[in-house]
């Protein structure tokens, strides 16, 4: 529910803070967007991303504690990917848009506070 302009509903406003607590760090940011293009064992992620298995690993519970991934048992293994898919999507859709706002530099006056 919107009033003015403004999220009003609690679950609503939990769920943008867990997405934005996932987001807040590069390497969550790097597993969201590998996850993106397909499911992918931890070990596999870690090599990847150039991380080690435990730095790898708490980011993943992090990603998991927000609901954004999901484990996928295979055999021995364990699988991760994108709770849903079009979270793939929205992540292509903030990208973009956050690319665009930065071609705009609409947010000069929020840039003293950290914000851009």
Do not use: Q, W
């Not at 803070?17 to 992918?40: H, K, N, S, T, Y």
């Not at 364990?78 to 706002?101: N, P, S």
């Amino acid at each position: 529910m919107y009033r003015e302009g403004v999220l009003t509903l609690a679950p609503d406003i939990e769920v943008l803070v867990r997405f934005g607590r996932a987001l807040a760090d590069p390497i969550r940011c790097r597993i969201l967007l590998a996850l993106r293009e397909a499911p992918a064992y931890p070990a596999d992620l870690a090599d990847e991303l150039g991380v080690s298995r435990t730095r790898l690993s708490n980011h993943l519970a992090c990603l998991r504690d927000c609901g954004l991934v999901v484990t996928v048992p295979d055999g021995r293994r364990t699988r991760y990917e994108l709770a849903d898919e079009r979270l793939g999507h929205a992540l292509d859709d903030l990208r973009t848009a956050v690319v665009a706002v930065e071609a705009d530099k609409t947010c000069a006056d929020t840039a003293e506070k950290g914000c851009c």
